[in-house]
């Protein structure tokens, strides 16, 4: 379950600085390549950080500030998974880049049908800080991993925005 340690520096780069994120529009979202269906604030931008993962990657907008959300899937390939280990891989990955990393919450979470587990993070990292939500889900088949990182200052804006997004899940 490789794609949980190269998730954190595109976040970094793109959130790096503060901004204002406002109430949005979701709008429906489907790709025959996802195991899911979506809706996802409009106007948004998909990017592609060419790290090997599979699933969607957007950003709110071209350059810094911009709110990042990733909700990504691998497939278990016969592994099992637990949301316990992908976290422990997922904060060594992040130690890893030199940031320094504080779980602020965490909680089971139900997305469409699966339940999950998601944590909350603050990042330090020499540029500043920065908030995280991510949630883990072991289906049949795939490690789904969904994320959401802004600054401080637009993290509760953006996490509601998040919260839609993640009520709109719908697994194939």
Do not use: C
């Not at 709008?27 to 025959?32: H, I, Y």
Request: hydrophobic fraction near 40%.
């Amino acid at each position: 379950m490789k794609f949980a340690r190269s998730l954190t520096l595109p976040a970094v780069a793109l959130a790096a600085t503060l901004g204002t994120t406002q109430a949005q529009t979701l709008v429906g979202f489907s790709d025959p390549k996802l195991p899911f269906t979506v809706s996802l604030p409009k106007g948004w931008l998909g990017v592609d950080f060419k790290d090997g993962t599979s699933g969607v990657s957007i950003v709110s907008a071209k350059a810094p500030p911009a709110t990042l959300m990733r909700l990504l899937f691998v497939d278990k390939a016969g592994g099992k998974p637990t949301p316990e280990g992908e976290f422990k891989k997922f904060e060594a990955g992040i130690k890893g880049t030199g940031a320094a990393v504080k779980q602020t919450a965490s909680r089971t979470l139900k997305v469409g049908a699966l339940s999950g587990v998601e944590r909350s993070y603050t990042l330090t990292h020499p540029k500043g800080q920065l908030k995280m939500r991510v949630w883990y889900g072991v289906g049949a088949k795939n490690l789904y991993s969904f994320q959401l990182t802004d600054t401080p200052a637009r993290f509760a804006a953006a996490s509601g925005t998040f919260d839609k997004v993640l009520a709109s899940v719908k697994f194939k």
